[in-house]
């Protein structure tokens, strides 16, 4: 299960990765633990080669960040 859990955060990633392609680099917020976060952001650079930049935070803080960013966001997935 572990294994397919990654599968599905990596094509869920991978899905957004147009845009991120033009930009150079995908922003994503990530809000369960720190080892899985770094394990999707490397999976993702790996098969893509786009660059990745991750923080991790609570779902609420992302949540949060979401909202208030919804005119000009900063982050892509």
Do not use: Y
């Amino acid at each position: 299960m572990r294994g397919f859990g990654r599968i599905v955060a990596v094509f869920f990633i991978a899905s957004h990765a147009g845009t991120a392609a033009a930009q150079g680099q995908l922003n994503i917020v990530c809000s369960v633990q720190l080892p899985w976060c770094e394990a999707v952001v490397n999976a993702f650079q790996k098969e893509t080669g786009i660059k990745a930049g991750m923080t991790q935070k609570s779902a609420g803080e992302a949540m949060a960040q979401i909202a208030a960013e919804k005119a000009n966001p900063k982050i892509d997935v």
